[in-house]
């Protein structure tokens, strides 16, 4: 196969660049968008390589058609990705939570900018965290990747198709404006080195009958995509293991969303994804994810030298969330400080999972600029001095 | 035309672990799913070719008592679902069941979009003129001065001709029909099937309990005389004044041309694609 692209050798491309060709590389043939900044450099390159690739580029009338769109192509089969920005992301949220319900593999980039509302185009933020996760209405789970680096947002858009065929969920890519439009060196690896995964398929038309149950006992059912021959039915409605509607039975109900919920929770071991700098024998913890963990490394450092034993847990992911990991944390130090470009989301989270173990400090900041490492070490001195 | 019995139809294409149907007595939406299932059984085609995409509402419930592949999406959202069904996979047949709300209110902007794409697909369209399924509040089609539960007092709007605005926006084939006429129904529904690109067959169709009721029509034979007095063939329509016109709906074929379909022009772009690359001669 040819690609439009190089492959097998680093490039020195912007992070929505990277996670278009990795998009490609992953397998994604079909792509519905409508332009938003500061996501539109990843519809701008799919138009440019899908029909290279035989895949499809489409520009949609609006952002709830788009991420509609993809569901669609993913019930035929292909996989599908939209990319968009706050705002475009809040009118996705109703068919986002149609895809979660019909559990149908897509994967959809949000490109935070600052908000509420159109708020600052062209500026970074990571506002849209509780979106992401709680966005949608009713009981739910889902998975939200953070990339920190261009690199990472070329790794994590593999791995979030990867996760999105193999637990047949949504997969947000949950990045912002500083990585999409920053340009870095990225190891673009030889198509045959990536590993890729595939939705499991029905090896039978009595599996394909169930394409709502869960008979291999693992939570995720096989998805019978159309033009196969099963005739399947799906429905956003409640529904039965065979996609029955059957909204006033509260048991179904209970069952489907249960499993629905569990098949990301008790898979959470292989979905959650994090590294840690110094923080084995840290007394204070710095909590972060995307680009301010990059601050936040260095702040790490720099207290260290200071002489304040600080480490860093990085989220790679933020759903589901590893609360039992984050007590272990609090266990081990007299505080955590979560750095969030917001005036705190996933500090609810940590603090959550904290479970008053130890002290729980925000460092928000808002307004479009990335916090500096400097900011990060004298919010965390000027804590650990008035205690 | 010869007529299969009902129930071979009924036997061959509904999955009867979904029987009954929700729908209730006088409505015209059993009807309508008849004559497409006929139009299909006549055009010979595999059950296994065809997906059918719905949204929310009366109508959006037809694709789980059909035994094909079939998306039952979210309100007015049914063409944005089969444009990724067809571009995804353009050797499926898409079928798109809609209602009025579906088509002129919430999903009025993926509708006319689809048109100027022209997208390959069928719109099956239930126009009762009301919201049935959540209690006859009124719809972008409902007829000035009718009664509706949102407009009390007889709507104060005018209303979208969803007929003239398909032709307007582009459409390959667009016929309307109120529910029973029904040869020329099923005619035009495998007219609409066999062509290439946007097609709309769009049925005038009863709602005695939501809407009928409302508008001292209780019962489908009142709604059918109601239809007689205000129903117009196309043919007829073309000689009289816009005086005469007024209040009155056109019935016949509207459009049937041929021009070329979304996926058709998808893949001559990636043709032209490849060439500007130089990947191909």
Known sequence: ??????????????????????????????????????????FEAMALYMPLVDGVSIQMEDELASIAAIIGASWVGAKAMTATSGPGFSLMMENLGYAIMTE????VVDVQRSGPSTGQPTLAA???????????????????????????????TIRAFNLAEKYRTPAILLTDAEVGHMREKVDIPNPEDIELVYRKLPSNEEEAKYPFGDIHGDLIPPMPIFGKGYRTYV???????????????????RKLIE????????????????????????????????????SAIRAVKMLRSEGIKAGLLKLNVVWPFDFEMIEKIAEQVNAIYVPEMNLGQVYHLVKEGANGKARVELIPKIGGEVHTPQEIVKAVKRCEKCI | MYLKLSYEIRDKYLRKDMLPTIFCPGCGIGSVLQYTLRAIDELGWSKDEVVWVSGIGCSSRVPGFVDFDGLHTTHGRALAFATGIKMANPDLKVIAFMGDGDTAAIGGNHFIHAIRRNLDVTVILINNFTYGMTGGQVAPTTLKGLRGTTAPYGSFENPFDIAELAVAAGANYVARWTVFNYIQGINSIKKALQKKGFSLVEFLSPCPISFGRRNRMKTAPELIKWYNKITVPISKAKNMSPEELEGK?????????????????????????????????
């Open chain 2, 249 to 281: 709906i056109i019935i016949g074929e509207f459009v049937d041309r041929d021009r070329p379909s979304l996926d058709e022009e998808y893949e001559a772009y990636k043709k032209r694609a490849k060439k500007i690359m130089g990947w191909e001669e």
């Open chain 1, 1 to 42: 196969m040819k690609y439009p692209f190089p492959v097998g050798k680093s490039d020195f491309i912007q992070g929505d660049e990277a996670i278009a060709r990795a998009a490609i590389l992953a397998g994604c043939r079909f792509y519905a968008g409508y332009p938003i900044t500061p996501a539109s450099e990843i």
């Open chain 1, 126 to 156: 990571q506002g849209d965290v509780m979106q992401a996760i709680w966005g949608t209405h009713g009981d739910h789970s889902l998975i939200v990747l953070t990339p920190a680096t261009v690199q990472e947002a070329f790794d994590m």
């Open chain 1, 259 to 294: 499993r629905i919920v569990n098949k990301i929770e008790k898979n959470k071991k292989d979905i959650i994804d994090y590294e840690t700098f110094d923080l084995d024998d840290a007394e204070v913890a710095i909590i972060s994810y995307g680009i301010v963990a990059r």
């Open chain 1, 104 to 107: 149908t593999p897509i994967v």
């Open chain 1, 235 to 253: 429905t956003g409605l409640t529904h039965d293991e065979k996609g029955r509607p059957k909204t006033v039975d509260a048991e179904i109900h």
